[in-house]
């Protein structure tokens, strides 16, 4: 029975969290009021909060003891996300409503459009140690291209003048920044906006906290996330070591990851390996030489020829010539002949005595 309470009791979670995701959209008018349920079932006990804008700045939304939010008098800047989530939950199990605001018709839209700047964007942060990643959403361009977003930042809590976000104009087809050298387990105050040719989006604010620095042990543990084509490892590696005390291109990182252990490597190895490609090469050396003063000193093997050449036309004209090997080493007969037989063209033998 308890098993099958358990099993029961996760579907309902797993039901909840996958309804949650779900971001419900709802669409008012200019000007009207409206009452927005919140996702989650059976919540009364609630609280409603406006993605990418600090607790407490929008004074229109109301919690209405149903667990609902009531907005008056709706105008542009009310254009978001807003989420709900109940109290004293652990789980943080979030509600997302999208809420547009449209004109009474096409055409005062688009009259409205062109009189309007951009609306207030929706901005999120992903913190590690000394860098964080600000990411952000466009809700509309209020009737006209947007020129350039710009984002500030500062320590939170703190009355201290805005540090701008390099570059400061960010181009308008980019959704992401990185920001480099903050200070770990610190809580900083962000705030980002669009502009247009009619002027400038509402400010978004945002609070994002820093992880807590790495320790000596775990620095070296690679916790590698890739965050806009940048590594993360190498810069909080580059942190702890002491080399973020400016601002540091990535290739610089790269160079220090890739020579991490340079200083630990035994030499011993490295003069072995170019000894052996060393004598390689001299036996190679060695060996072509050897072979070329042997092909040098071969004797020629031409020094009969041109007696060759000189017999084959005795050969070709009388087949009888046999060169002048014929009489050399005869015996004399009984009339001191030491002459050959010698056979004419017609065949006919004649002895040496004859002739």
């Not at 939304?61 to 978001?80: C, H, I, P, W, Y």
């Not at 965050?227 to 080399?243: P, Y």
Request: neutral net charge.
């Amino acid at each position: 029975m308890y098993h099958t309470l358990q099993f029961v009791l996760c579907l309902v979670s797993i039901f909840l969290q996958a309804k949650a995701a779900t971001v419900k959209r709802v669409s008012v008018d200019l000007g009207k009021n409206v009452t927005i349920k919140c996702p989650l079932n059976n919540s009364r006990d609630v609280m409603w909060e406006r993605e990418g804008r600090e607790p407490g700045r929008n004074t229109k939304m109301t919690v209405l003891e149903s667990g609902s939010m009531f907005l008056a008098t709706v105008d542009r800047s009310d254009s978001g996300i807003y989420s709900c989530i109940r109290e004293n939950d652990v789980k943080d199990i979030r509600g997302k409503v999208n809420v547009t605001v449209r004109m009474a018709d096409q055409a005062a839209a688009y009259r409205c459009s062109l009189i309007a700047p951009p609306p207030p964007l929706v901005v999120s942060i992903k913190c590690s140690t000394i860098l964080v990643l600000v990411l952000w959403q466009v809700i509309g361009t209020g009737g006209y291209p947007i020129s350039y977003f710009g984002a500030q930042y500062r320590p939170a809590f703190i009355n201290t003048s805005w540090i701008p976000i390099s570059p400061n104009h960010i181009m308008p087809s980019s959704r992401q920044i990185e920001v480099y050298s903050l200070r770990p387990n610190t809580t900083y105050e962000f705030r980002m906006w669009a502009t247009n040719q009619l002027g400038k989006s509402p400010v978004t604010y945002v609070l994002a906290t820093t992880k807590a620095q790495y320790t000596e042990e775990g620095m070296y543990q690679p916790k590698t996330r890739m965050s806009g084509g940048f590594c993360v490892e190498l810069i909080e590696r580059a942190h702890a070591t002491g080399l973020m005390n400016g601002r540091y291109s990535v290739l610089s990182l790269y160079r220090v990851h890739l020579l991490k252990g340079a200083d630990q490597f035994d030499t011993r190895w490295w003069a072995a390996a170019v000894g052996i490609v060393m004598g390689a090469l001299v036996l190679l050396g060695l060996g072509t030489c050897l072979l070329l003063c042997r092909e040098c000193q071969r004797p020629s093997v031409v020094e009969d020829e041109p007696e060759i050449i000189e017999l084959l036309p005795n050969i070709i004209l009388n087949p009888g010539f046999e060169g002048p090997s014929r009489f050399d080493d005869i015996t004399p007969d009984e009339n001191s002949n030491n002459g050959t037989l010698t056979r004419l063209n017609n065949n006919t033998v004649v002895q040496p005595q004859d002739l």
